[in-house]
T-cell receptor, first 107, second 113 residues
Framework: DAKTTQPTSMDCAEGRAANLPCNHS???????VYWYRQIHSQGPQYIIH???NNETNEMASLIITEDRKSSTLILPHATLRDTAVYYC????????FGDGTTLTVKP | EAGVAQSPRYKIIEKRQSVAFWCNPI?????LYWYQQILGQGPKLLIQ????????DSQLPKDRFSAERLKGVDSTLKIQPAKLEDSAVYLC???????????FGPGTRLLVL
């Protein structure tokens, strides 16, 4: 499995866009990039995933660089409820979670 | 659609005792995962099932942990005997296939005294 590198923590002002980076320089051609988040005392929640193209859903947007070595999760208008640990993983059947990025959205 | 169910939600035991956790995946999901999450860390995969067969159990401490998924639906994870360092949240997840999105249950919080 490719490993990922994420910043330990980030802050974001409420209402502003939150941009969470992830480095996955050893990603293989058939591995997807997945993002999950975990709110305190809950199980991880799926956000979005992609292979090569940028993706958008009702929760977030995922921007993957052309060489696929890094990606950015964008929460367009962060709210206090988006405060959570965000995990970026690469997966082709096996999932290795790192310690994620703790995003704190501040009023 | 019902999500992944886990029970119990909380368990407190003394070291050297045994404990079992139960997971009911989303209906029709062939792949089931058990993770261990120690406070402040990301989830660590313990075992992955595809239907009732084991795909990966390389990080399962087999001297004390065991898991089964009879009939390819529900699964149980057992610890016997428990150690203090087993205190963690045990998460169950399921997916339609091995390369599909995982959906997690709420977890079982275990405290070993």
């Amino acid at each position: 499995d490719a490993k990922t590198t994420q910043p330990t923590s980030m802050d974001c002002a409420e209402g502003r866009a939150a941009n969470l980076p992830c480095n996955h320089s050893t990603i293989s051609g058939n591995e997807y990039v997945y993002w999950y988040r975990q709110i305190h005392s809950q199980g991880p929640q799926y956000i979005i995933h992609g292979l090569k193209n940028n993706e958008t859903n009702e929760m977030a947007s995922l921007i993957i660089t052309e060489d696929r070595k890094s990606s950015t999760l964008i929460l367009p208008h962060a709210t206090l409820r988006d405060t959570a640990v965000y995990y970026c993983i690469v997966s082709a059947g096996k999932s290795t979670f790192g310690d994620g990025t703790t995003l704190t959205v501040k009023p | 659609e019902a999500g992944v169910a886990q029970s119990p939600r909380y368990k407190i035991i003394e070291k050297r005792q045994s404990v079992a956790f139960w997971c009911n995946p989303i209906s029709g999901h062939a792949t089931l995962y058990w993770y261990q999450q120690i406070l402040g860390q990301g989830p660590k995969l313990l075992i992955q099932f595809q239907n009732n067969g084991v795909v990966d159990d390389s990080q399962l401490p087999k001297d004390r942990f065991s898991a089964e998924r009879l009939k390819g639906v529900d699964s149980t994870l057992k610890i016997q005997p428990a150690k203090l360092e087993d205190s963690a949240v045990y998460l169950c997840a399921s997916s339609a296939g091995t390369e599909e999105t995982q959906y997690f249950g709420p977890g079982t919080r275990l405290l070993v005294l």
